[in-house]
């Protein structure tokens, strides 16, 4: 699973290698020994959690990287290494 952005100790991921139907389209996210998938099309917590300030720089990252993390999930739909997105700043 690739890292498409990093920022503030947080690690956003995509699985690429999607062969069958997949579940909504969402990243992974990683901090210190949290865990979380997050919804590309409204930032919605799937699964796992975050402490709160992360969860919420996660969800900001996503609002304004929609259209990128919705073209990476094309891609990985194919089974194409996603792009990297800027990080937070």
Partial sequence: M???????GIIVSMFFE???K??????HVRYQGSSASISIEDGVLLAGDLPTRQMRMAQVW?????EELLADWELAKEGVEPF???PLK
């Fill in 84 to 86: 990297r997105i800027d």
């Fill in 18 to 20: 999607i062969k069958e």
């Fill in 2 to 8: 690739p890292t498409i952005s990093m920022f503030y």
């Fill in 22 to 27: 997949h579940h909504l389209p969402h990243i």
């Fill in 62 to 66: 996503v609002d304004l990287h929609r």
